[in-house]
């Protein structure tokens, strides 16, 4: 199955620790993207790579890393820096070929407490 | 900085009725702009998208319309179902490539189709 991997579902961590969120595509896709959303706000750019080794920050960069080492992953660190980093975190993929609709994965929904 | 704005309420309408669901956005001109569909809890799928030099798109039940003029995107949806309940949330691409850099979404309009 192609598609785009997106572990754990759910996730809990104390105020202060650092937490990795992973995604994983298996979709041949160059660019990925990580969103974040809040209830009742839409989807907000955190960080986007639109090829390995490179990366460049979004609207709501501060408090978040990430890595782009391999065409198949790109996983989000949300560091104890993060002032309110409880939401809905969501991974996309994009192919230039289908004009860059996006493909989302299932998302993971961290808690910090 | 660049806004859009979507119906803020959650919209109820009939079964068998057309859903007419809006979105507006300013201080921009995306070259695209894409409508997703997203059930509670998972990650939004995609369901149409227009380009800047086209006025209308069609696919099955569905319909949008992209006025540049009046900076706004129509969405459409005929013959609606309870099945179609969901949030469908607008995107014009933050650029003029199409979306390379990302999207931009607006909060979503929570339709409500009633058997």
């Known amino acids: 199955d192609g598609g785009i991997t997106q572990s754990p579902k759910y996730l809990f961590r104390k105020e202060g620790q650092n937490v990795t969120l992973s995604c994983e595509q298996n979709?041949?896709?160059?660019?990925m993207y990580w969103y974040r959303q809040d209830p009742g706000q839409g989807l907000r750019l955190i960080y986007y790579?639109?090829?390995?080794?490179?990366?460049q920050k979004g609207d709501i960069a501060e408090g978040y890393s990430v890595s782009r080492e391999k065409k198949e992953s790109f996983p989000l660190t949300v560091t104890s820096a993060q002032k309110n980093p409880t939401a809905f975190y969501l991974c996309?993929?994009?192919?230039?070929?289908?004009?860059?609709?996006?493909?989302f994965g299932p998302g993971t929904r961290l808690t910090v407490t | 900085s660049q806004k859009i704005e979507q119906n803020s309420e959650a919209l109820n309408i009939q079964e068998g009725k057309t859903a007419t669901l809006t979105c507006n956005y300013t201080?921009?001109?995306?070259?695209?702009l894409q409508w997703y569909r997203q059930d509670p809890g998972r990650g939004p799928v995609f369901l149409l998208l227009?380009?800047?030099?086209?006025k209308e798109k069609r696919k099955e039940r569905l319909k949008v319309t992209f006025d540049t003029t009046l900076k706004q995107s129509l969405f459409h949806i005929t013959a609606s179902q309870p099945a179609d309940s969901a949030t469908y949330l607008c995107?014009?691409?933050?650029?003029?490539?199409?979306?390379?850099?990302?999207?931009?979404f607006g909060k979503g309009t929570h339709l409500i189709i009633q058997p």
């Open positions: 979709l041949n896709h160059d660019a």
């Open positions: 790579s639109q090829i390995v080794n490179d990366f």
């Open positions: 995107a014009p691409s933050r650029d003029s490539g199409g979306g390379a850099d990302g999207l931009t």
């Open positions: 996309a993929t994009t192919s230039p070929g289908r004009s860059y609709e996006q493909y």
């Open positions: 201080n921009y001109s995306p070259a695209y």
């Open positions: 227009i380009r800047e030099n086209e």
